[in-house]
């Protein structure tokens, strides 16, 4: 299977890759198997990827859209990755409701939550407790420290291998994450990074030998296509140590 890192001059023409690869794999997943689940990361990176795809003319009605991480908030909080993606996305593009599966926030206890997500995956897959469904994309971003989805350094979410979905852990907050395993089973897995501030990191997430442990993003092996998508801010460098 593809691994390939791909880097762009600037963050325009990173946004335009990401898009026409997006729109690529919407159309084989639904061509294919009759529909396209996803899952999304949150942050700022993607966010004109979204307020792009919003405008494109695809089969919607075939699109099911779920977050491979959220801040433990309700939708209507400035850092709520579902919320984000809505006002960009969402509530712009003909999507039916019915397809859209935010990460639920609302239950006291965030690992109740987690366990919901987990279980309303494996309904919508049609699989039984103990399987691991294969997304047909998977959006990741990578933070400053590392991190992707919300598989933090040194966070008890990087050892969890027997369930999809976990709680993760940001300065003392919790977040709700997709488990490694359970983005190890994508059949398309796309990074978008973009910055200098992202630099570092990558380099210790592309060296010969590492810890994912403090550099979580590294722990990301998934069977299928994995493309790293980088703008030159980020990826300078990078190249010679690939
Ligand atoms: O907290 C998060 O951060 C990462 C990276 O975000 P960015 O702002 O540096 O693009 C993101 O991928 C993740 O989904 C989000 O919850």
Request: contains cysteine; aromatic residues 8%.
């Amino acid at each position: 299977m593809t691994h390939e890192v791909l880097i762009y001059p600037d963050r325009q023409a990173l946004v335009a890759a990401a898009f026409d690869l997006m729109v690529a794999r919407i159309h084989t997943a639904v061509d294919e198997r009759q529909r396209c689940t996803i899952a999304l990361s949150g942050g700022s990176t993607p966010q004109p990827l979204y307020a792009a795809l919003a405008q494109a003319d695809l089969p919607w009605d075939r699109i099911q859209i779920y977050w491979g991480d959220e801040r433990y908030v309700p939708p209507s909080h400035p850092d709520s990755n579902y919320g984000m993606t809505k006002r960009i996305w969402l509530d712009v593009a003909p999507i039916p409701a019915a397809n859209i599966h935010p990460m639920p926030t609302n239950f006291a206890d965030p690992q109740a939550a987690a366990a919901e997500y987990d279980r309303q995956i494996l309904a919508d897959f049609g699989l039984e407790a103990g399987s691991m469904p294969a997304f047909d994309l998977i959006l990741l971003g990578m933070g400053d420290d590392g991190h992707t989805a919300s598989l933090f350094p040194h966070t008890a979410a990087l050892s969890v291998r027997d369930r999809l979905v976990t709680v993760g852990e940001k300065d003392g907050q919790p977040r709700i994450t997709f488990t490694y395993p359970l983005i190890d089973r994508a059949r398309s897995t796309i990074f978008l990074i973009s910055g200098a501030s992202k630099q570092s990191a990558l380099g210790e997430i592309f060296a010969p030998t590492g810890d994912a442990t403090i550099y979580p993003a590294r722990g990301i092996q998934p069977q299928g296509e994995l493309l790293w998508l980088l703008d030159a801010d980020a990826g300078k460098d990078l190249a010679i140590a690939c």
